[in-house]
């Protein structure tokens, strides 16, 4: 039995639907607060795709009391740290610092969420600026990769597109089309307000309150209409960049099945973690010494989950050059399939232990524990502490993992292939090849 660590947290719900979190630490001296939005591209159109991006610049670009230097500074006065992320299905801004500064900190990131003016001049400013930052994106085969494997695992469906969105649709946003998302997108029920670190509680939700107990609620947003998932659909798809010597390589495959609300459950999100762990996570992981070690086909090579509300993938990234490229997919294939038959119990020992470090260590710095705790919300609607979460890592079962491999090799899977002399059709070549390998009879 582990030993409870940390504690409990404390989740409120307001009247208007605006979720509060607590996750006191009082082992440490700093603090992290944010204000996370359900609302990502997943929630945009072709037509719109980009603008929750644009809104995450623009939101710092003043506010009905401050000016962006004002906001800057505010924040740096107090040395604290200032960010925000925009992602599949969610957005979040959030600032990290002294726990004495909590309500502080707290009140700053607020008035940029619910005050934000979005001034004309600002926003054609920083649209070039966003736009610069596309085109950089675009042109780094690694992260072009990353938006390929999207579409191919998603296809023509809002999650397939890219969170940066298109240089066209960047150019073309104007200060009404941030209005009217906001308006529609940034309501009560679709907020967590959250802060991890030591902090007085009461004083800090009884600021948090007072913040958002009038921030206007949507009737039809919010906790109790969670987004139906997308369709997988496995597609292989290539892009060629001249200027490299390497092909950049990414395969996935969906975690199934679903929970009974339509969401992984939590004990199948940690057995899939354990799953890309036990295969290529670590020098000594199966696959990663195979690849490199033995084999020598890459240098870089890894397995990881991809998740979030209502999606869970198990991914695997690798780089090596265009003659190695057929040898390193049938290599991983044959490795994939080789899982379906027998979980080692020494790797699942190792994977078991690295996944436990992982949620340790997250635990001990603010903003890792306020991140995994608002996407557990978002998850599952509630946090679990690190304690019950060790235990139940503890709990899963080699038959478990086995089948994590068994039921995700079922399905084709969704590859990507950028860099020197790829093309569509050797895409789906190699796809080709690693449905054949993961098939095989035993």
Same mark, same amino acid.
Not at 89 to 102: E, K, R, V
Not at 325 to 336: F, N, S
């Given at each position: 039995?582990?030993?409870?660590?940390?504690?409990?947290?404390?989740?409120?719900?307001?009247?208007?639907?605006?979720?509060?979190?607590?996750?006191?630490?009082?082992?440490?001296?700093?603090?992290?607060?944010?204000?996370?939005?359900?609302?990502?591209?997943?929630? #945009?159109?072709?037509?719109?795709?980009?603008?929750?991006?644009?809104?995450?610049?623009?939101?710092?670009?003043?506010?009905?009391?401050?000016?962006?230097?004002?906001?800057?500074?505010?924040?740096?006065?107090?040395?604290?740290?200032?960010?925000?992320?925009?992602?599949?299905?969610?957005?979040?801004?959030?600032?990290?610092?002294?726990?004495?500064?909590?309500?502080?900190?707290?009140?700053?990131?607020?008035?940029?969420?619910?005050?934000?003016?979005?001034? #004309?001049? #600002?926003?054609?400013?920083?649209?070039?600026?966003?736009?610069?930052?596309?085109?950089?994106?675009?042109?780094? +085969?690694?992260?072009?990769?990353?938006?390929?494997?999207?579409?191919?695992?998603?296809?023509?469906?809002?999650?397939?597109?890219?969170?940066?969105?298109?240089?066209?649709?960047?150019?073309?946003?104007?200060?009404?089309?941030?209005?009217?998302?906001?308006?529609?997108?940034?309501?009560?029920?679709?907020?967590?307000?959250?802060?991890?670190?030591?902090?007085?509680?009461?004083?800090?939700?009884?600021?948090?309150?007072?913040?958002?107990?009038?921030? +206007?609620?949507?009737?039809?947003?919010?906790?109790?209409?969670?987004?139906?998932?997308?369709?997988?659909?496995?597609?292989?798809?290539?892009?060629?960049?001249?200027?490299?010597?390497?092909?950049?390589?990414?395969?996935?495959?969906?975690?199934?099945?679903?929970?009974?609300?339509?969401?992984?459950?939590?004990?199948?999100?940690?057995?899939?973690?354990?799953?890309?762990?036990?295969?290529?996570?670590?020098?000594?992981?199966?696959?990663?010494?195979?690849?490199?070690?033995?084999?020598?086909?890459?240098?870089?090579?890894?397995?990881?989950?991809?998740?979030?509300?209502?999606?869970?993938?198990?991914?695997?990234?690798?780089?090596?050059?265009?003659?190695?490229?057929?040898?390193?997919?049938?290599?991983?294939? #044959?490795?994939?399939?080789?899982?379906?038959?027998?979980?080692?119990?020494?790797?699942?020992?190792?994977?078991?232990?690295?996944?436990?470090?992982?949620?340790?260590?997250?635990?001990?710095?603010?903003?890792?524990?306020?991140?995994?705790?608002?996407?557990?919300?978002?998850?599952?609607?509630?946090?679990?502490?690190?304690?019950?979460?060790?235990?139940?890592?503890?709990?899963?079962?080699?038959?478990?993992?086995?089948?994590?491999?068994?039921?995700?090799?079922?399905?084709?899977?969704?590859?990507?292939?950028?860099?020197?002399?790829?093309?569509?059709?050797?895409?789906?070549?190699?796809?080709?090849?690693?449905?054949?390998?993961?098939?095989?009879?035993?």
């Amino acid at each position: 039995m582990h030993p409870e660590i940390g504690t409990r947290p404390l989740l409120r719900t307001l009247p208007n639907g605006v979720r509060l979190l607590a996750l006191p630490m009082p082992h440490v001296r700093s603090v992290s607060v944010g204000v996370f939005l359900r609302v990502g591209s997943r929630d #945009e159109t072709p037509a719109t795709n980009g603008i929750g991006h644009v809104l995450e610049h623009m939101a710092f670009k003043g506010t009905t009391t401050r000016s962006v230097q004002a906001i800057n500074l505010d924040a740096e006065r107090l040395g604290a740290d200032v960010n925000a992320y925009t992602g599949k299905d969610s957005t979040g801004y959030f600032m990290t610092g002294l726990g004495a500064h909590a309500q502080q900190l707290l009140g700053m990131t607020a008035d940029i969420v619910l005050h934000s003016t979005f001034p #004309e001049v #600002e926003l054609q400013r920083e649209l070039e600026v966003i736009r610069q930052e596309a085109i950089e994106y675009d042109e780094d +085969p690694d992260d072009s990769g990353n938006d390929l494997l999207d579409r191919a695992i998603w296809g023509a469906h809002p999650m397939g597109m890219p969170v940066i969105g298109t240089v066209e649709n960047i150019e073309g946003f104007t200060r009404h089309d941030l209005v009217r998302h906001v308006q529609r997108h940034y309501v009560a029920n679709n907020t967590v307000v959250v802060a991890a670190g030591h902090f007085d509680v009461d004083a800090w939700v009884s600021c948090a309150e007072d913040l958002f107990k009038a921030m +206007p609620a949507s009737a039809d947003r919010g906790w109790s209409h969670p987004p139906t998932p997308a369709a997988y659909t496995g597609q292989a798809v290539a892009r060629r960049f001249t200027q490299v010597s390497q092909v950049f390589l990414n395969v996935a495959y969906p975690v199934m099945p679903m929970g009974p609300d339509g969401m992984p459950s939590r004990r199948l999100r940690l057995a899939a973690a354990l799953a890309a762990h036990l295969f290529g996570c670590g020098m000594s992981a199966p696959w990663v010494d195979m690849v490199r070690e033995r084999l020598g086909l890459a240098y870089t090579a890894d397995a990881s989950i991809d998740s979030g509300d209502n999606w869970l993938n198990f991914v695997v990234h690798a780089v090596t050059t265009p003659d190695k490229i057929e040898a390193l997919v049938q290599a991983t294939g #044959e490795l994939l399939h080789a899982q379906t038959t027998r979980i080692d119990p020494v790797h699942l020992e190792r994977a078991k232990n690295q996944l436990t470090v992982s949620y340790v260590r997250a635990s001990e710095r603010p903003f890792a524990t306020m991140e995994r705790a608002v996407e557990e919300l978002w998850a599952s609607g509630s946090v679990t502490l690190l304690a019950e979460t060790m235990a139940l890592i503890d709990d899963i079962r080699a038959e478990e993992v086995r089948d994590v491999f068994v039921r995700m090799l079922a399905h084709p899977p969704a590859l990507s292939i950028t860099g020197k002399g790829v093309s569509a059709k050797s895409a789906r070549h190699l796809a080709g090849c690693l449905a054949a390998s993961v098939l095989q009879k035993p």
